[in-house]
């Protein structure tokens, strides 16, 4: 599925659904006309008609595509449905400053159309979109409010994933745990809830909660229950690495690594995710003094086409870095440096926390004089180039990032 654009946000008529039917089977709608041997212009005049026209259209049509005539077109609640439940699901594609737009214009048709289920979908789209960039109390605010809506709805699912992000980011949040009445309310929705995954979710959340809060023990138990839940190689492989994460956290180093082959294991080999395990992986060997093992899976990261840096959460660049400028292999580092800097204009919500990294990585680099003069000017060249577009705030960080440096500069003199 390709990301909606904020075009791709419309309720279409009934005509204009079956006239993108007809171009996508028979090209035109010329063909279609010969095919159900009606006049081409009383056609495009049916597709315009409230009625949509003649009832010898209307089975000719029917007959054509071999379907009811009536499922050839969805009302506008079914429309509606479609688009923010499949935002919703790939809420993590949604990744660009101006994707709020997207949910913006979807807000308005569920409110003016009086959808609150939908609604409620819209609220937690909005919840992940502000909790990824760092905005949690938008998040929190967000996801509270979807939860809230689907309270006492008749899709305890829906409710039931909806109140366990609740729960995880205020968690997470406030560093506080689940209070007991917050607890009974998730045991008695999880009691009813009816499918398996929307079970093995919930689990999962109550495990990232746990896990926020450093209670480990509960993580551990619920992350291996959500597991239960799921059969999906994918979905497993995504809870294996949650699961080492917490591992890595505890300090149980060799028992994350499993965790994480464990999760190579379920994944196939042109799946995007395996650069987080090989990034795990060269991690690993980055901390124990392997900087060979550790040069050849971070080089896995890298490999192949061409990895937008900034388009996801993630800590590559910086470890590449850590590893190839420990091996004074400057160059290296500072080719991806660039490319990340590349990406200003992409507007990815996670460039913020990478350019603050990466002013962390020039103070782990203080004392190295050709990097420092180089990155410089790379950083400088980049400023310029898109300062017109720059927001306030990836203006102050790229000019406190080129101080910093500067500094350096000064003190190596």
Known sequence: MKKYSLKDIEIKTPGLQLRDKIIDKYGSISNFANEINLYESSINQYLFNKDLGSSTFK?????????????????????????????????????????????ERLKKICLEKELMEDYAIVCRCFAHFYWNQGKRDRGLAYIEVAANIMRNKDNIDRFGLYLSEYLWMKVAYFKKSIQSKELNEFDKAIEKVQGPLTTGYM?????????????????????????????????????????GDMQKEMGLR????????????????SDDSLSYVYHEYALYYYEIGDMIKAENYIDLVFKGEKLLIASTDNDFLV??????????????????????LSEIEGEYIYLENHLLKLDNLIDW??????????????????????????SSE????????????????????
């Open 319 to 340: 470890t590449f870095c850590k590893i190839k400028l420990q091996q004074n292999k400057v160059k290296e580092a500072l080719y991806y440096i660039e490319q990340l």
């Open 394 to 413: 990836i203006k102050r960080i790229l000019k406190m990032t080129i101080g910093n440096v500067f500094i350096h500069l000064a003190y190596l003199k």
């Open 59 to 103: 089975i000719r049509t029917a007959y054509a595509f071999n379907q009811d005539f009536n499922k050839l077109f969805l009302s506008e609640s079914e429309q509606i449905r479609i688009m923010t439940s499949t935002v919703s699901w790939y809420i993590q594609d949604y990744n660009q400053y101006q994707d709020i737009n997207i949910f």
């Open 203 to 243: 689990y999962y959340n109550l495990a990232n909660a746990f896990s926020s809060i450093k209670n480990y023990d509960k993580s551990k138990y619920y992350y291996l229950k959500s597991l239960k839940y799921h059969e999906a190689p994918k979905i497993r492989a995504f809870i294996y690495m949650s699961y």
């Open 254 to 269: 060799q028992e994350a690594l499993q965790s994480y082959k464990s999760a190579e294991a379920l994944l196939d080999d």
């Open 365 to 390: 680099q203080k004392d190295n004089r050709q990097f420092l003069d180089i990155i410089s000017g790379i950083l400088i060249k980049h400023y310029k180039l898109n300062e017109k577009k720059l």
